[in-house]
């Protein structure tokens, strides 16, 4: 059968270059987002986060930027390394919403190949 | 500080058998939730424990269940094993669910997995 893997996005880029990783999300119900990256043979490892009521924060090296009208998620990560080879995920989560608070929706992912 | 931890690593089972994933959380965390990965799939929700109770759960039949401990660790069960049920389980934690509403945030951390395969 078909493999899902062989349709994620991708993204390659040289050392030193700037990242940026595009999310859209379905719920717009949802009030709080993370993303997440994922080496292989690892779990998901917490990059940044934002809440609803924000457009932007900024980590280290990285940033986020929400567009709640159109529902889309962006990551961009500063002067891209080898050691940031890895697959992006966008999660979104209802954190005031019932029993739903524990349950991360994720997106598909995005493959970062970083040349050096 | 450990993090999330969780055993096996990797099983390999035949079709028909029943499998028990084991999960222990961050220390001061209690609440515990699952997923399962498929190759080249995002994470997809499975339980989510707090206080030994049920809390949510995801789009899964009934073969899968799962509990919490007293000490918050907890074990995901699947019974009678299918070939789709080959994937990675991860098991994540967080803190507990005022201080999520609180901060109307909830961070949650992931273990390494178990990598199940189904024959």
């Known amino acids: 059968g078909e493999s899902v893997g062989l349709h994620l996005p991708t993204l390659s880029v040289q050392e030193g270059d700037n990242s940026i990783i595009n999310c859209a999300y379905s719920n717009s119900a949802s009030d709080y987002f993370i993303w997440y990256k994922q080496e292989s043979g690892k779990g998901p490892q917490f990059i940044i986060d934002i809440r609803s009521n924000m457009d932007k924060r900024q980590g280290q090296r990285v940033t986020v930027l929400l567009n709640k009208t159109v529902k889309h998620l962006s990551l961009q990560i500063a002067a891209t390394q080898p050691g940031d080879s890895a697959v992006y995920f966008c999660a979104e989560n209802r954190s005031g919403g019932g029993t739903s608070y524990g349950k991360l929706t994720f997106g598909q992912g995005t493959i970062l190949t970083v040349h050096p | 500080d450990a993090g999330v931890t969780q055993s096996p690593t990797h099983l390999i089972k035949t079709r028909g058998q029943h499998v028990t994933l084991r999960c222990s959380p961050i220390s001061g965390h209690k609440s515990v939730s699952w997923y399962q990965q498929v190759l080249g799939q995002g994470p997809q929700f499975i339980f989510q424990?707090?206080?030994?109770?049920?809390?949510g759960r995801g789009n899964f039949p009934d073969r899968f269940s799962a509990r919490q401990f007293p000490n918050y660790s907890s074990e995901l069960n699947v019974n009678a094993l299918l070939l789709g049920d080959s994937a990675l389980y991860l098991c994540?934690?967080?803190?507990?669910?005022?201080?999520?509403?609180?901060?109307?945030?909830?961070?949650?951390?992931f273990g390494a997995g178990t990598r199940l395969s189904v024959l």
């Open positions: 994540a934690s967080s803190l507990n669910e005022r201080t999520a509403r609180v901060n109307a945030k909830n961070i949650q951390y």
């Open positions: 424990y707090y206080e030994k109770e049920e809390r």
